[in-house]
Structures are given as C-alpha cells and as structure tokens.
C-alpha cells in the first residue's frame, strides 16, 4: 500500500514515509492510493476478536511496509491495561436521553482524558518504527498547534521518546484552565510548550508556515526535521478508523444490532479528523447509514454539508468546546478528495480558493452526495448547557461539553427525521477536563475565579461521578512552562530551541 498527496496522484511514498513526513512536499495530505475492503464475513470474524485484534487487523492492510510483528509491538504498546484502564480502551455505555437509547462511544479513557489518546498513545510507536525504515539516524522534531487535547495527548505519548522532541503551541484564551494546566506541567526532556496569542487557527497557520520556512531555509539544523502530529498525519487518522470497526463489533456483541446491520454515527467535530474515520470505515465496508456531524457555534461544517459552500469568512467564536473552535477543517481536503473519486484537480483548486477568499463550493453532483450521507447541525452555548444538565437528570450519566454539542444535534436530528437507526455517538473528553462549564451547566450559577481543583472536587459533590486519576495528579506538579508569544514569532521560537538542543 503507498500514498499520495491529495493534490497529485504521480508522487507516491510508503507509510513510514507519509507518518514520518506528516504531510506532502507539495503541502497536500497523505492519502492510499486505494481503499482496502472488510466483507461482511470479515467483520464477523472481528466479532470475537479483542480490541488488539481489531487493530492489528485493520493496520496490517494499511501499513503494509510493517511486518506483523512490528504491528503488534506499536499496538500493544498503546492500547494497555495501564494506560486505558481496561482490555477495551473505547467502551460503549448505553443511556437513555429524551426516550432514545444513545450508544456512547467513550474515547476519553487514555492517560489525558480525551479521545486524541486513541491516535496519539500509538503514533510516537508507529513513528520511530517509520523513522528508522525512512529516515535512519534522522531525530523528528514535533511541531503541534493545539486547540487544547491534542496538545497534552502529543506531549504525553511523545514525552521522552528515542529520537523526537516535541514543541506544542496554544491559543493562550483558547482552551480550558484544565488544558492549560495539563500542558504547563508537562515532565519530559524533549518537550516544550509554549502559549500565541491568537486563536487555534493562528497558532495552526504559524506551524504550517515554521513548515515551509524551515524546508525553505539551508540553515543547517544538523540531523533534524520537522514533523507533525497534527490530525493531518496519517498517522493519526488509520488508529481511529479503528474504533469505529470496534465499536460496531461491540454494538454486535452486546446484542443491539446483528452484523450487517446499519448504524448512525454521530461525531463532535472540529479539524475533521474523527467523523473522517468513520468515513474511512464506512469506505472499507462498515455498515453505516448517516454521519451525523455536529459543531458548536463555529458551524462553518454545518453550513457546507447544507448549502455545498464552505466559507470561512465568519464571526469566531470562543466556547465552551473550546477543541471545536476551528473554522479550517484541514481534513476537510481528504474528504473532498474521496467525494470526488480521488481529483487532484478539483482538491488543489478548492484549496487554492480556499487560501486566497476563504471560500469555495461544491458542484450540486457532489453537495448531494454529501447531503445523502450526512447531517450537519450545530448546539450553541445555551444548547449545550441544557442538555449536560438534561442528560444528567435523565440518566445519571455526566457528559463533557463536546460530547453534549453531539448529543443535542443527534436530538435534533431525530426530532427532523424520525430516523431511529441504532447509533454510536463519539464522546471526545471526560467530563472533568472541563469542570466549570460542566458544573455551571448542572448549577446554572457562575464560578468566577474559582480555583480549577476545587471545581474539580465541587463536580464530584455534585455528581458523585469518578474523577480521573490523571488530572487529581497535576494538582501537585511544578508549572515548567510559562512563555507567551506572538503568532509571527512562532518560527524562530523553533529554530531557537533546535539549535539550544544541538548544543546539549
Ligand atoms: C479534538 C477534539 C474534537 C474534534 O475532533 P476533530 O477530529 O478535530 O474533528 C472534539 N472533542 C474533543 C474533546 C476534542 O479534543
């Protein structure tokens, strides 16, 4: 199996080389040159197999450069007892909200409390196997904007791994007291950290332009490069096709659907990546029916799926799903590149006009394509808040803010189409990670200057809901990263510490 980029089919590379390099020289994402099939009699098998199983065989098709032991190494790895808590690092839990059963897949369940674990617990693993395949004795050099979770989950998987140091940037008013705390104190050698001031979409700009400044520049960075574990790494979306397969054999198993059975998936969505797996999954095979997409009030994708026009000349909003605040969805340009049957023209041409207006349309043939096959809606603020509230009364079962975004859009969904397809619902974070609005929602009072622990133990009266060890943890860890910077500044912020690195 090799990929190609998104905006030419002619250069192709090997996975180890599209993990390593992250994304193409021609700036487009890596993509397979083809998508491989999982017949019905397949997924049957992946019925009884564990978590592991599933795994090693769905990454056996698509890294085909590994050998099966290299696999099951970068697998076992991740998805272990003492990282996720459990054999099956993506439960389903069953709840009841407005008289429909949801079926939530909860994400959240790796040592950082987001779903970013699933993709980022086994990235480092696949990325050393890759860089000694690729690009033996090179060192990778991480580069991460972050909304917030892929931050943490990046510097948690990377943190002191053989031959990569990390640098995460963050919106310094974009994510949560929480998120901000998990990142500041970071442990580990060859991380850094350091806060913009912008939004996540200035901080993603600056990175994909330290990018193109470092590969442009012949300043000599002895054996490094720079790498990504942004969700545009390929890296990061084949370990979350994944769960999907996952959590449908489990649907099968726990006697909800028989196998062959068609599903709805319902995904918080930010930059794309999640509810992009699913797409993959349903690519290669799996029965579902309708991918119900679902924003907060940044709704640029709810506005594409129902008019065909992205635009993301619009009002930013700063909310309480803060790793949803985006309004370029880079993943978006594998999609277009699947609905248009792999056009490298038509790609390059979206994203051109994308660059230079900040908008671009879909010809009707394709906008009904994706029309037939998803739903797009939004929750605003006040949505939101009602239904972690409504949730919790109904059910007992204490729901994060993003996860709330795509329980409210599903009700929604419903509720316009009648449609009781049995459904998978994505919960992204553990409630905790985002303990003032959640409390706030559940209270409706406010918590102003409120120290972020004791909204933590202020939850946990409220709710009695378990509390992650890992955040109880930060509590007492020493605040190593403290430095704000401008977006502009971001590149020779990078090239500052490569060169303090090859000093040491
Ligand atoms: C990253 C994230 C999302 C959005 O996922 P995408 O793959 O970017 O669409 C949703 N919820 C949480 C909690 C996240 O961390």
Known sequence: MLYNSTLNKEFKVTAAEAIVSGIAEDGGLYVPEYITKISLQELKELVDFDYLSRARCIFSDYLSDFTMEEINECVVNAYNEKKFGSTNPAPIKSVVYNEKEINVLELWHGPTSAFKDMALQILPHLLTKSLKKSRDGKEAVILV??????????????????NTSIIVFYPEDGVSPMQKRQMATQEGKNVEVCAINGNFDDAQTGVKKAFASFNASKADFGNKFLSSAN???????????????????????????????????VVPTGNFGNILAAFYAYKMGLPIKKFICASNSNNVLTDFINTGKYNKNRKFYTTISPSMDILISSNIERFLYLIS??????????????????????????HNIVKE????????????????????????????THTAVAVDVYDK???ETGDNTPVILAS?????KFS?????????????NVDEFELVDMLYKTTKAEVPQNLLNLKDKEIRFKEIIEPKEMYSFVTKKIRHQNKE
Do not use: H
Not at 148 to 155: N, P
Not at 436 to 448: G, P, R, Y
């Open 145 to 162: 904007a972050t909304s917030g979770d892929t931050g943490k989950a990046a510097l948690e998987g990377f943190k002191d791994v053989e």
């Open 231 to 265: 969700s545009i790494n390929w890296g990061r979306l084949l370990p979350q096709i994944v769960y999907y397969f996952s959590a449908y054999c489990d649907m099968v198993k726990l006697g909800k659907i028989s196998c062959g059975d068609l599903v709805n998936v």
């Open 341 to 366: 049957e792999n056009d490298t023209d038509f790609v390059s041409d979206c994203m051109t006009k994308l660059k230079t207006s900040g908008t671009y349309s879909l010809p009707s043939e394709l």
């Open 373 to 400: 096959l998803f739903y797009g809606g939004y929750s605003d603020e006040k949505e939101t808040k009602s239904t972690i509230k409504n949730m919790f009364l109904q059910s007992g079962y204490l729901i994060d």
């Open 413 to 415: 969904y419903v509720t």
């Open 428 to 432: 992204t974070a553990n409630p905790y």
């Open 436 to 448: 003032k609005s959640v409390l706030e929602s559940l209270t409706e009072k406010s918590n102003d």
